[in-house]
């Protein structure tokens, strides 16, 4: 048991990766934390699995754009468990619009969540990791925070922002024992690639398919684990060689 009495927040785990990476590290053992936006049937049904896995686990829906609602949600976990070992910044939202065309508000709305979220939900993680003399902080990236595509102007730059972060981190929080990582997916089935997407990406990426949750829930418990203690202010691309080049999945050129 790799997690055994560790506390976990996973936020975005009603869901695709967040929900997978919940079970895993419930199976092995840890308090989870599931969250999702709000309450919702998904949110239940990925709370009661966890909950038969490890049964002291929580369930706490939070907006993550509305930082006083960030805080009271750490309030909460800092009051149930006394401590968060692990913190996992998973949480998305995502769409598109030419940059011509791209609102202020989504711009504002794709940072809240993507990036501020991430920030003042680590800064207050990381300060009960400090009393507690260690933890680990894994943001999830995606493969557009260094390879953008059209209508991407503000998803990409927010994940872009977020690798920084971790960097940023990771370097200051190293002295305090605290780890910070990041995984950056290719395209993964989940609610955010549909179907027909997926279908397009059987053409670009060199592995012929596209990845499954289970497959970045894997890398995300290895940074979190004791194995990975060494590891930080690093990134680790899951993508199936997406992004090995341009020419990756074009054997003719
Ligand atoms: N799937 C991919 O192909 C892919 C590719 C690259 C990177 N990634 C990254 O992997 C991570 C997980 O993606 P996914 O595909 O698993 O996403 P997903 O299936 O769309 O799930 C998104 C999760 O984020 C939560 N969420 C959305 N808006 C929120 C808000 N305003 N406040 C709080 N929680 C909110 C959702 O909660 P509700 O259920 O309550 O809405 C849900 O749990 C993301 O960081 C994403 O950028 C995914």
Redesign the pocket.
């Given at each position: 048991m790799r997690f055994a009495e560790k506390v976990v927040l996973v936020?975005?785990?009603?869901?695709?990766?967040?929900?997978?990476t919940a079970f895993r590290f419930a199976s092995e053992g840890a308090h989870v934390i599931v969250?999702?936006?709000?309450?919702?049937e998904?949110?239940e049904q990925?709370f009661n699995q966890v909950k038969q896995l490890s049964p002291n686990s929580l369930k706490l829906?939070?907006?993550?754009?509305?930082a006083d609602a960030i805080r009271e949600m750490f309030r909460i976990i800092e009051a149930h468990f006394g401590r968060l070992d692990i913190l996992v910044?998973?949480?998305?939202?995502?769409n598109g619009y030419p940059f011509l065309e791209l609102p202020e508000k989504e711009w504002d709305?794709i940072f809240?969540?993507?990036l501020k979220?991430p920030f003042i939900s680590s800064q207050l993680a990381a300060k009960m990791m400090v009393k507690q003399g260690g933890g680990k902080i894994i943001?999830?990236?995606?493969?557009?925070e260094f390879q953008t595509k059209r209508n991407f102007a503000h998803?990409s730059t927010s994940?872009g922002g977020?690798l920084m972060l971790t960097k940023n981190m990771a370097l200051e929080l190293a002295q305090y024992n605290i780890q910070v990582n990041h995984?950056?997916?290719?395209?993964?089935?989940?609610?955010?690639?549909d179907p027909a997407?997926?279908q397009q990406?059987l053409t670009a990426v060199p592995a012929a398919r596209?990845?499954q949750?289970p497959e970045?829930a894997a890398m995300i418990c290895f940074l979190a684990s004791d194995e990975a203690n060494y590891i930080t202010g690093a990134s680790f691309v899951v993508?199936g060689g997406l992004t090995l080049g341009f020419c990756a999945s074009r054997p003719d050129l």
């Open positions: 936020t975005g785990s009603s869901r695709g990766i967040g929900r997978e969250h999702g936006h709000a309450e919702s998904k949110l990925a829906p939070c907006e993550l754009g509305d910044n998973n949480a998305v939202v995502q709305r809240a969540v993507n979220a943001n999830i990236g995606s493969v557009h998803y994940k977020l995984v950056t997916p290719g395209a993964i089935a989940t609610d955010l690639t997407r997926q990406f596209v990845g949750p970045i993508d």
